[in-house]
Each structure stands twice: as structure tokens, then as C-alpha cells.
């Protein structure tokens, strides 16, 4: 019988899982690539309009909910294609809603950034 590995232990290999997961997430998929890359310049645009502290933690968060919500699409589109590799309407479906809720939140996000550019810009 093996020994458990401590609390510890657990917590530093599920952060190391999680890493492992962000990263090909980031390096794999590619429409966490574009958004990583538009993330990206809209840090640099926040830097360069000096965004408030408010308008930092809006920004950092809309940027991260976009990421995680495509991650979570990215992982039901891979366990639907696993259990069933064929088309089925009901797969579709699934795989349609996922991508609606990265739809809405894009929509969202691209209404926040109005409201925090616009103003800056013009």
C-alpha cells in the first residue's frame, strides 16, 4: 500500500496541472491565441491611456473571464468529440451552446471596453 501524498504535495501538483492546462491552452488553441494577443495589446492601450486602478481590475478581469469561459468551451468541445467522435445533433448542440456563452461574455467585453476607451480616446 502506498503512502498519500501530503496536502501539501497535492496542492503544488494541482498547480502544476493547472499551468500545464493554461499553457496549451494558450499555445494550442487558436482563438485563446487571439484573444491572449488582444488581451495583450489592451494591457499596452492601458498603460498608455493610464488606466485608473478601477479600470485596471475591470480590464485584468474581463481579460481573464474571456480566457477561462474559451478554456471551458475548449474542454467540452474535447470531451463531446471524445465520447462521441461522430456528428450528432445533440453533440452540435452542446458544442453550440458552449460557444454561445463565449459569444456573450465577447459581447460584453467588447461593450466594457467602449466605456473605458471611448471616453480616453475621443
Given amino acids: 500500500m502506498s503512502k498519500k501524498d501530503s496536502f501539501l504535495v497535492n ?6 496541472y493547472a499551468f500545464k492546462g493554461a499553457y496549451l491552452l494558450i499555445t494550442t488553441e487558436a482563438s485563446l491565441k487571439v484573444q491572449f494577443f488582444i488581451g495583450v495589446i489592451m494591457t499596452i492601450a492601458g498603460f498608455h491611456y493610464d488606466l485608473s486602478a478601477t479600470e485596471w481590475i475591470v480590464q485584468i478581469l474581463i481579460i481573464a473571464l474571456i480566457m477561462s469561459i474559451e478554456g471551458v468551451n475548449t474542454a467540452i468541445e474535447e470531451i463531446a468529440d471524445f465520447v462521441h467522435p461522430d456528428h450528432h445533433p445533440k453533440i452540435g448542440l452542446i458544442k ?4 454561445g ?6 459581447v460584453a467585453a467588447v461593450v466594457i471596453g467602449c466605456i473605458i476607451y471611448i471616453p480616453k480616446v475621443f
Fill in 11 to 16: 496542492r503544488i501538483k494541482s498547480v502544476g
Fill in 96 to 99: 453550440d451552446l458552449a460557444a
Fill in 101 to 106: 456563452a463565449v459569444f456573450i461574455f465577447a
